[in-house]
Antibody
Framework: QVQLQESGPGLVKPSGTLSLTCAVS?????????WSWVRQAPGKGLEWIGE???????NYNPSLKSRVTMSIDKSKNQFSLKLSSATAADTAVYYC????????????????WGQGTLVTVSS | QSALTQPPSASGSPGQSVTISCTGT?????????VSWYQQHPGKAPKLIIY???KRPSGVPDRFSGSKSGNTASLTVSGLQAEDEADYYC?????????FGTGTRVTVL
């Protein structure tokens, strides 16, 4: 069973860069899956941030694209998120998720999720 | 890339059915058969319950079903049970990115 675990600072200063890592266990990050980040502001709905594939290629939410960078570390079986110029509006629980296996289905969904980590942007 | 529109709330008594709508545009829901649904209990991560409009992952009860017509997708929960009380979100692929619905809180009366 695939498991994902987010980690990173729980507090980020305004204008700083939010950095998170998602460790993948029980499966390989080099599998036929894309890997996504999703966030949820307190009391609000889900927002997709972006996705990345181990073979290269990334797609980002158009509304966040200018501030988002994702990367994959195959040697550590993990992937990361960086969100620059953070503001209070970026305060949210951040989830990492695995997209569906595109070799068996279309893959356009998120079948495994991390437990989420709260990041607060505040001075 | 606006969020897909869902009703804020829905409710039903145990054993009854509830249907949640998810309205988008021809650029997302109407343009692809890539609608998925997620159940989220308070303080927990979302859980996939429907993918590709109407398919259920292994382990998800067949009380959950999905459909789509035009720009609107729907999730039906039949035979409501107490543990179905949760927030539900739809999601659609929109051509190189994804958009979630606004979310619906289902209450079991």
């Amino acid at each position: 069973q695939v498991q994902l675990q987010e980690s990173g600072p729980g507090l980020v200063k305004p204008s700083g860069t939010l950095s998170l890592t998602c460790a993948v266990s029980g499966g390989s990050i080099s599998s036929t899956n894309w890997w996504s980040w999703v966030r949820q502001a307190p009391g609000k709905g889900l927002e997709w941030i972006g996705e990345m594939y181990h073979g290269g290629g990334a797609n980002y939410n158009p509304s966040l694209k200018s501030r988002v960078t994702m990367s994959i570390d195959k040697s550590k079986n993990q992937f990361s998120l960086k969100l620059s110029s953070a503001t209070a509006a970026d305060t949210a629980v951040y989830y990492c998720a695995r997209n569906g296996d595109w070799s068996r289905t279309t893959g356009y969904y998120f079948d495994f999720w991390g437990q989420g980590t709260l990041v607060t942007v505040s001075s | 890339q606006s969020a897909l529109t869902q009703p804020p709330s829905a409710s039903g008594s145990p054993g009854q059915s509830v249907t949640i709508s998810c309205t988008g545009t021809s650029s997302d829901v109407g343009g692809y058969d890539y609608v998925s649904w997620y159940q989220q209990h308070p303080g927990k991560a979302p859980k996939l319950i429907i993918y590709e409009v109407s398919k259920r992952p292994s382990g998800v009860p067949d009380r959950f079903s999905g459909s789509k017509s035009g720009n609107t997708a729907s999730l039906t929960v039949s035979g409501l049970q107490a543990e179905d009380e949760a927030d539900y979100y739809c999601n659609s692929y929109a051509g190189s990115f994804y958009v979630f619905g606004t979310g619906t809180r289902v209450t079991v009366l």
